[in-house]
């Protein structure tokens, strides 16, 4: 008996979880193993959204279903959002949707958006829910041309390859190599995506999680993006709620339509409770915000003069909470984090989890304390001497 579908039989392996087997048989083994690779916050959720929840599940009107699209307090607080910070008018009605985390609404959009055989532009290395997402839909991925500093070179893509796109997925600031544009990107964006009829989203996971005085644009920005464009936003890594599943969608009526459609077929919306604390978060002025990116600045800061020191290539990001640092000579992505993982017990994840063009670099997420992170480099100083002494 068949108890899986031809797709979901087929579904591409999902390498993180080939490591994490590995994590838990090293602990059995007693290894104090420091995970690197889980790109997830590991500070707690503020306390005022905490408490914001604790209020919404005392009141009982917040315990029937949520309408599909979300609450419009939420979608509310997601236009206002989006107006003080990039000064952008969004209807919260026909412009904003409530999402079960970004994951979810990325997958779904695919779906909502493409027939079976159409092509799709996506950054090659990048967030493997996209390449899923896409065979999910039976559509077919390009390889969106980039630079060195993997940023979108559009005047690359080739005439018939343009023409045929229905779908261009962006994602800046970027998992997992941490590149970040300027608005400007996005301009040329939404005028190919005008040329050649490409509908266009950017994830903005990361928009928030941003270094010193750099401000990540939003796609919505650009005159007119909003005939062409949407943008994901998520609360998980901004205020630390990835457990929580929320998330948003705001731009073009239409696709927020198709989206609305499909998934009105599969879910009913987040908890109210949840959607009531995630609008305080929004409506809050972001000093949480700002204190997690100075933690995250100095891990980078640490572990970035570390790998320097010790002679690893990697650029200090703008955003994200990632270090994209490439393997040293004579390694593959994935032999490099094995053995790191074997001789050093911390837990990185090869680039080629990300795309056949993420080969060569491995993704260091800056998820643990300073402390630990002084452990991760005493560790590596002793791998790289036992390596020298074996020379
Ligand atoms: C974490 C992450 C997401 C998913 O966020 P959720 O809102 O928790 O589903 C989406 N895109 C990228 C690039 C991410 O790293």
């Not at 017990?345 to 998820?367: C, D, H, N, S, W």
């Amino acid at each position: 008996m068949q108890f899986a579908s031809n797709k979901v039989r087929d579904l591409p392996a999902y390498l993180f979880s080939v490591f994490q087997q590995k994590k838990k048989q090293l602990e059995a083994k007693g290894v104090d193993v420091i995970d690197l690779g889980i790109g997830a916050p590991d500070l707690p959720t503020p306390d005022f959204i905490c408490q914001a929840l604790s209020e919404a599940v005392k009141d009982s009107n917040n315990h029937r279903y949520s309408t599909y699209s979300g609450s419009l307090e939420y979608r509310r607080a997601v236009a206002s959002f989006y107006k003080n910070q990039y000064g952008v008018s969004l209807d919260p009605e026909k412009e904003v949707l409530a999402l079960i985390g970004s994951k979810e609404g990325i997958v779904n959009l695919i779906q909502a958006v493409i027939n079976p055989g159409d092509k799709v532009l996506i950054a090659n290395p990048s967030y493997p829910v996209y390449e899923t997402g896409i065979y999910l839909a039976g559509g077919k991925k390009i390889d969106l041309p980039l630079n060195k500093n993997y940023e979108p070179l559009f005047d690359n893509i080739s005439t018939d390859d343009a023409d045929e796109a229905k779908l261009m997925l962006l994602n800046y600031p970027n998992n997992p190599t941490t590149a970040t544009i300027d608005v400007n990107t996005f301009h040329k964006a939404i005028t190919l995506a005008k040329k050649h009829s490409i509908v266009i989203t950017n994830d903005a996971a990361y928009q928030l999680v941003t270094c010193k005085d750099y401000k990540a644009p939003s796609i919505l920005e650009v005159p007119n993006a909003k005939e062409y464009a949407i943008e994901f936003g998520s609360l998980s890594k901004s205020f630390n709620m990835s457990g929580w599943r929320i998330g948003y969608v705001a731009g073009n009526k239409d696709l927020i339509q198709s989206l609305a459609t499909l998934k009105s077929n599969i879910d009913t919306s987040q908890f109210l409770a949840i959607q009531k604390a995630a609008q305080v978060a929004l409506e809050s002025n972001f000093q949480t915000v700002q204190e997690n990116n100075r933690i995250y600045e100095k891990r980078i800061e640490k572990l970035y003069a570390a790998l320097q020191k010790l002679g690893f290539s990697t650029q200090k990001p703008r955003g994200t909470f990632f270090l994209w640092v490439k393997v040293p000579a004579g390694y593959t992505s994935m032999g490099f984090a094995n053995e790191l993982l074997d001789n050093t017990g911390v837990m990185v994840t090869p680039g080629i989890a990300f795309g056949e063009k993420g080969e060569g670099y491995v993704r260091i997420a800056l998820t643990v304390t300073l402390n630990r992170l002084d452990e991760v480099i005493r560790r590596l100083k002793l791998w790289k001497m036992n390596e020298v002494d074996e020379i």
